[in-house]
């Protein structure tokens, strides 16, 4: 295994050679398996073991004997232990997904704290196998089907092609010891399920499963390379046709019928191709979108894509942290709303005098101070909320407003209010309300100003 595992090295991941490398190790034999066969080839090694406390006392001794292990070769060890269950109640995530997070997060602190240059991951082809099995199960484009990647950046599985019986078998003869985690063997975990239900069936069936599944998967990899290359030129096509354009580093838009003249082809495959890497499967939803109303929405765990007129809207879902109400009182000199600072400067006024100007833009108001009753208060706007917008007559609808100004979606999502007394004073970065402008008769102003 040792002369195979060069070749590995040699053929696919020669970059390795001379590098400092962190193995995550659990104590499992994938990973004792990887850290003395990398030991042995004398390559710069340091181990990375996260203790998640989910088993107990085993969750202990596998510390222990990672941290034994480390001391026995003379190698460096870094030891972390979290409250995954804490963690993941918090973020509202599984368990599972708690420890990965924690896990890829902590080895990606460590390799740069202590200036490492891989991160090495002891993934098998079984694991493959068996992921490959899951994402078919629940439905995936041709990304899904291609197992577990052998380098993703900083991530290196240089054991990704041998199967888990082959590993053993170098651990026996060996005589290497490993820790077994006895939660492998709980079958209401889905990949368990899998790996001792599914997988023992389809062998049967076909006893070099392993083998011809590793050739699939060398094929369906192809694939999908040809599949990346087409996508990275429409991608570089959609921006230089204006199909595709980020703006403000806040959304991409896409011009639908630019989009549904580039993909008419084949528009399902290509909005898979598009959309999947921000987390849409249901590619239906996005077809049907194309030609949906104004405003409608679908999901994914970490983006929506809002219809808006002519356009597809791409944003990143992100938790509202900002205070939804904010109080300014007479005396403020400034205030904050997200990462916009505010100025804020009251002055005696006359507006006869030679040198005094009316300043109102979209960044600058100024308005007569004794018309304002303090606090003032900078909050969303509201359905409902209607101003008197300054050089029109009458009143207007934010709504009808916003509609006459052409915002988008994302756009009114992010307006704030000025009001005194709940009268709107400003419609932020926008236009300022009549009611309170400078007159003949203002003896006082307040002129607030976006740095």
Known sequence: MIKE?????????TFLKGKKLLIAISGGIDSVVLTYILHQLKFNISLAHCNFHLRGIDSDSDQQFVSKMASALNIPCYIMHFD??????????????????????????????????????????????????INLSRGTGLKGLTGINNINKKIIR?????????????????????????????????????????????????????????????????????????????????????IERKEDGKQTSFNIQLLNQQIKTNPKAYLHEIFSPYGFHNITDIEQLLTAQSGKQVFSKTHRLIKDRAFLLLVE???????????????????????????????????????????????????????????????KWQKGDYFYPIGMTGKKKLSKYFKDEK????????????????????????????????????KNSTEITIL
């Open 5 to 13: 595992f060069e070749h590995i090295i040699q053929n696919n991941f």
């Open 84 to 133: 995954t269950k804490e963690y993941a109640k918090n973020h509202k995530l599984s368990i599972q997904e708690a420890a990965r997070k924690l896990r890829y997060e902590w080895f990606e602190k460590i390799r740069q704290e202590q200036q490492l240059d891989y991160i090495l991951t002891a993934h098998n082809l079984n694991d493959s196998l068996e992921t490959f099995l």
């Open 158 to 242: 240089p054991l990704s092609s041998f199967s888990r019986a082959e590993i053993l078998t170098f651990a026996h003869k060996n005589k290497i010891d490993w820790r077994e985690d006895k939660s492998n063997a709980n079958t209401k975990y889905t990949r368990n399920k899998i790996r001792h239900q599914v997988i023992p069936v389809l062998q049967e069936i076909n006893p070099n499963l392993l083998e011809t599944f590793k050739q699939t998967l060398e094929n369906l990899q192809g694939s999908e390379d040809i599949v990346r290359d087409t996508v990275k030129r429409l991608r570089v096509e959609n921006i230089e046709k204006r």
């Open 317 to 379: 879902n992100r938790e509202e942290k900002t205070v939804q109400r904010i109080e300014i009182s007479e005396n403020d000199e400034k205030f904050n709303i997200q990462n916009l600072q505010f100025t804020i400067q009251h002055s005696p006024f006359n507006i006869h005098h030679s040198t005094t100007t009316i300043r109102h833009s979209k960044f600058n108001i100024q308005i007569d101070k004794d018309l304002l009753k303090f606090p003032l208060i900078v909050r």
């Open 407 to 442: 915002l988008s979606l994302i756009q009114k999502e992010n307006i704030w209010l000025l009001l005194s007394d709940d009268k709107i004073v400003w419609v932020i970065g926008m236009r300022q309300d009549n009611r309170f402008k400078i007159t003949k008769t203002t």
